[in-house]
């Protein structure tokens, strides 16, 4: 007999999507974020880029033994993680940290949907405490745009020399990591994912919107537009902490998740030891999720206080 009546806990509403389709997605919003650094860094990035996705997705294979793809995750989080690295960082640094990241910040905590932290910034803060002078310093390739084939020389980026343009940091003709010197490249894909619905404008409104405020403090306008435009904050803003898993889900707690971030962050670069701060900015507040959902979450309807 056909069953007419199906049974089953909330929620009732199916949506079309699944993990594979929102991280396909979001692998297309990268995509103009990856073109731009290879225009910039050549096929130092491409390497990069590459061997980071390939050892993220074989790490998780090993770890769940089955098909390389899987549902994408991995190769969302090994290019998130290059990203953040040096246009020709050492390949078994990227290799160590695509690892980390895959077995340390997201299966350890039980794979997909119960990590704490988002797992390509746990990547990237082990390789920094690690290996600090592969991470920092002058080690940032100069781009050099149109020549694929280029040797890169390095440099310090804009957050340590505070010497570049608003143009140049908005296009990406300056030192810094693959993913964070293009603002342009960046603000492109994440129309992208906002025209899909999965991140909402209040995590990165709230993080770019107090590192401008506090930036003020810094030197008026100009400097406030710097902070937003240098280092990863773009970046962090827009594809790492809106992260579904590791941050808020009600909209009041989105707005204090990115204010957190960017609290932290410009705490770290006015004082800290780091020019920059977005990672730990970003983790930070990763931890607090549970407490600021829990704070923020909307009372029930006819709920009666005690």
Known sequence: MERKLVVS???????????QSIMVDVLVALFPVALMAVFLF????????????????????VILRKGFFGD?????????????????????????????????????????????????????????????????????GRPEPFNFTVDLTTQATPLETYDASLLDLFIGTVPGSLGETSALALIIGAIFLFYRG??????????????FILGLFD????????????????LGALYMATDMVTSPVTPTGKLIFGAGC????????????????????????????????????PKKFGEVKQ
Request: hydrophobic content about 50%; some cysteine.
């Open 262 to 297: 960017a609290a932290v962050t410009m705490a770290i670069r006015f004082w800290g030891g780091y020019p920059e701060g977005v990672t730990y900015g970003i983790l930070l507040m990763n931890g607090l999720t549970p407490f600021i959902d829990s704070l923020t979450i």
């Open 42 to 61: 050549g096929y130092h990035a491409l390497i990069t880029m590459v061997i980071a996705i390939l050892a993220a997705m074989a790490t998780e294979a």
């Open 72 to 140: 994408g995750s991995a190769a969302v989080t090994g290019l998130l993680l290059a990203m953040c690295l040096p246009p020709d960082a050492s390949w078994w640094l990227v290799v160590v940290g695509s690892a980390v990241s895959i077995g340390i910040g997201k299966h350890l905590f039980g794979g997909i949907g119960n990590n704490t932290f988002n797992p390509a910034l746990v990547g990237r803060a082990v390789l920094l405490v690690s290996w600090a002078g592969h991470m920092a310093g002058d080690i940032w």
């Open 9 to 19: 806990s909330s929620p009732h509403f199916k949506s079309p999507e699944d993990i």
């Open 219 to 234: 030197g008026g306008f100009t400097m406030g537009l710097y902070h937003v435009l240098a280092g990863g904050v773009m």
């Open 198 to 211: 999965h991140i909402d404008w209040r995590i990165p409104g709230s993080f770019i919107g107090v590192v």
